[in-house]
């Protein structure tokens, strides 16, 4: 299997990204250290020095103007002032004198500057501070004071222009390496941005592209497509699991061949049972009819001559053999149910309904039972097959009639509503215990009770009537308590459309508190 595993796909991809974003935080970093020292030398040397000369000027200005008070005037605080303007003078040209130190311009500036301010301070400050204060001064010691003094003012405009170059040449530093560090976090920014998207295009070929025509052949199997199959390609792991779908398809084919395979199987089976079902029906019920006849006959020929014991045994011949034709006819009935040939028309329940009642009147009648009908004024129609329809409601009633007490009631009701009819009948017989409520509807099924009270019947009354339910999209509702009674509620769709067969064997919807009914007696 060829490919590179995802983690490895992903991980050179993020480390490079991990990379181009070290690199620009270093740049980053670097550059405002810079710019920091720059900036740094700049307030904290540069500035303070340029002041400092501006300062010392300022101080010889002070000096003169007190000079020239004291020698006007002979104010004490004009000789104060001046002695402390020459100790500022002396600080703040220590200072400048610091700073110009290796700077070899900057440091003839400055000497020339200090030398010229010497010279006026011997030549013409000093003198005239010495001086009897109030004295005045003499015309040609003014002008060489003046001369002196120019002589200051010009060194000190060269010194300051030499700092103040030097202070636009430390700003423009400060600036350049500001817009060289922004400018190359642009850079890298754009170069992680272009790498991201070359990333991306490689993500896409190695690992996307992979998944999402993984994703599309699934989307093509679950809409029918079974032959399809999916490329192995991309990452190990991507590879890894289309060789499993591959896997699930080809099991999948082969689990569809020998369902295909069990189907024509069942098909065959299911033909063979109908067929053996109908052979069997048929090969029994002629010597069971013979059996019968015979019976009769020795009835008829020794009637009053047989002791008791031999009318008893003939009793009980007579019994099994009309339990057989009973179960032939149930079986034959059930395999026409389950059969998809079925007579479809529009059938008035409430009318068939009433002809079950009548149909089971009598024999509820034998028994003191009363059947209580209560049906709609109006006609209900449903599309049904009538005689199967027919079956399964008198199954129902039968089942009533049969699990109910001796002078009981059965109770049966029609109504309509929300598209749909439904059919409830009720008796207050012996109920299904309800440990056997799963097993309901199961063939040859009889509930523990109705044995024990060697109640007739096949078991398959109520798998035929769940049959022929289900065969016309209706549903059966069983409520039943045992020794309480039991409610069928069977419910069927107005004027439904022929129903689709069904394979499977019908269910119940519902079953409430305790077991549903026995088979019905046809």
């Given at each position: 299997m060829t490919g590179r595993p995802v983690a490895r796909v992903v991980s050179s991809v993020l480390a490079r990204i991990?990379?181009?974003?070290?690199?620009?935080?270093?740049?980053?970093?670097?550059?405002?250290?810079?710019?920091?020292?720059?900036?740094?030398?700049?307030?904290?040397?540069?500035?303070?020095?340029?002041?400092?000369?501006?300062?010392?000027?300022?101080?010889?200005?002070?000096?003169?103007?007190?000079?020239?008070?004291?020698?006007?005037?002979?104010?004490?605080?004009?000789?104060?002032?001046?002695?402390?303007?020459?100790?500022?003078?002396?600080?703040?040209?220590?200072?400048?004198?610091?700073?110009?130190?290796?700077?070899?311009?900057?440091?003839?500036?400055?000497?020339?500057?200090?030398?010229?301010?010497?010279?006026?301070?011997?030549?013409?400050?000093?003198?005239?501070?010495?001086?009897?204060?109030?004295?005045?001064?003499?015309?040609?010691?003014?002008?060489?004071?003046?001369?002196?003094?120019?002589?200051?003012?010009?060194?000190?405009?060269?010194?300051?222009?030499?700092?103040?170059?030097?202070?636009?040449?430390?700003?423009?530093?400060?600036?350049?390496?500001?817009?060289?560090?922004?400018?190359?976090?642009?850079?890298?920014?754009?170069?992680?941005?272009?790498?991201?998207?070359?990333?991306?295009?490689?993500?896409?070929?190695?690992?996307?592209?992979?998944?999402?025509?993984?994703?599309?052949?699934?989307?093509?199997?679950?809409?029918?497509?079974?032959?399809?199959?999916?490329?192995?390609?991309?990452?190990?792991?991507?590879?890894?699991?289309?060789?499993?779908?591959?896997?699930?398809?080809?099991?999948?084919?082969?689990?569809?061949?020998?369902?295909?395979?069990?189907?024509?199987?069942?098909?065959?089976?299911?033909?063979?049972?109908?067929?053996?079902?109908?052979?069997?029906?048929?090969?029994?019920?002629?010597?069971?009819?013979?059996?019968?006849?015979?019976?009769?006959?020795?009835?008829?020929?020794?009637?009053?001559?047989?002791?008791?014991?031999?009318?008893?045994?003939?009793?009980?011949?007579?019994?099994?053999?009309?339990?057989?034709?009973?179960?032939?006819?149930?079986l034959l009935t059930l395999q026409r149910a389950e059969g998809s040939n079925q007579q479809m028309e529009p059938v008035?329940?409430?009318?068939?309904?009433?002809?079950?009642?009548?149909?089971?009147?009598?024999?509820?009648?034998?028994?003191?039972?009363?059947?209580?009908?209560?049906?709609?004024?109006?006609?209900?129609?449903?599309?049904?097959?009538?005689?199967?329809?027919?079956?399964?409601?008198?199954?129902?009633?039968?089942?009533?009639?049969?699990?109910?007490?001796?002078?009981?009631?059965?109770?049966?009701?029609?109504?309509?509503?929300?598209?749909?009819?439904?059919?409830?009948?009720?008796?207050?017989?012996?109920?299904?215990?309800?440990?056997?409520?799963?097993?309901?509807?199961?063939?040859?099924?009889?509930?523990?009770?109705?044995?024990?009270?060697?109640?007739?019947?096949?078991?398959?009354?109520?798998?035929?009537?769940?049959?022929?339910?289900?065969?016309?999209?209706?549903?059966?509702?069983?409520?039943?308590?045992?020794?309480?009674?039991?409610?069928?509620?069977?419910?069927?769709?107005?004027?439904?459309?022929?129903?689709?067969?069904?394979?499977?064997?019908?269910?119940?919807?519902?079953?409430?508190?305790?077991?549903?009914?026995?088979?019905?007696?046809?």
């Open positions: 991990g990379f181009l974003g070290a690199l620009a935080t270093a740049v980053a970093v670097i550059g405002v250290i810079v710019s920091a020292v720059a900036v740094s030398d700049l307030t904290d040397e540069l500035s303070p020095a340029a002041a400092a000369n501006q300062a010392v000027y300022q101080d010889l200005t002070d000096m003169s103007a007190a000079a020239e008070a004291w020698a006007s005037v002979g104010l004490p605080s004009a000789a104060d002032d001046y002695r402390q303007a020459t100790l500022r003078l002396s600080a703040h040209e220590q200072e400048v004198s610091a700073y110009a130190d290796g700077d070899r311009a900057l440091q003839i500036a400055v000497e020339r500057q200090d030398a010229a301010a010497q010279a006026w301070i011997d030549g013409y400050a000093a003198p005239r501070m010495a001086a009897e204060g109030g004295a005045g001064a003499r015309p040609r010691d003014v002008r060489a004071g003046n001369a002196a003094f120019d002589a200051i003012r010009s060194a000190h405009q060269t010194t300051t222009q030499a700092f103040d170059s030097r202070v636009r040449s430390a700003s423009d530093g400060v600036s350049m390496r500001l817009r060289g560090t922004v400018l190359a976090v642009i850079l890298l920014a754009v170069a992680a941005a272009a790498f991201m998207a070359r990333s991306r295009r490689r993500v896409l070929a190695e690992l996307s592209t992979p998944l999402l025509a993984l994703e599309k052949v699934v989307q093509r199997m679950a809409r029918g497509d079974h032959d399809v199959r999916a490329a192995a390609a991309g990452p190990k792991e991507v590879q890894a699991v289309a060789q499993a779908f591959n896997e699930l398809a080809e099991a999948q084919t082969r689990a569809r061949a020998v369902e295909l395979w069990i189907q024509r199987e069942l098909r065959t089976l299911d033909t063979a049972k109908d067929d053996f079902v109908a052979n069997v029906s048929h090969e029994l019920r002629t010597p069971l009819t013979t059996i019968s006849g015979y019976l009769e006959l020795v009835a008829e020929e020794f009637e009053g001559q047989m002791e008791p014991r031999h009318e008893r045994m003939l009793d009980a011949t007579r019994r099994n053999v009309a339990r057989l034709k009973m179960l032939i006819d149930d008035d329940l409430p009318a068939l309904v009433r002809d079950v009642v009548v149909d089971v009147k009598l024999t509820a009648a034998r028994r003191s039972i009363r059947i209580g009908v209560k049906l709609p004024q109006i006609d209900v129609a449903v599309l049904a097959d009538r005689a199967m329809l027919h079956r399964a409601f008198l199954n129902v009633v039968t089942n009533a009639v049969k699990f109910s007490h001796d002078d009981g009631i059965v109770e049966v009701a029609v109504t309509t509503g929300r598209g749909q009819v439904e059919v409830a009948v009720t008796d207050r017989g012996i109920g299904i215990p309800s440990a056997e409520i799963d097993r309901l509807g199961t063939r040859f099924f009889r509930a523990s009770n109705a044995v024990s009270n060697e109640i007739a019947g096949t078991g398959l009354g109520v798998r035929i009537m769940q049959t022929i339910v289900d065969r016309h999209a209706g549903a059966v509702v069983i409520d039943s308590e045992e020794g309480v009674g039991t409610t069928v509620t069977v419910r069927l769709p107005v004027q439904a459309q022929a129903p689709q067969p069904v394979v499977t064997p019908p269910a119940i919807l519902s079953v409430v508190e305790n077991q549903p009914q026995p088979e019905p007696a046809p």
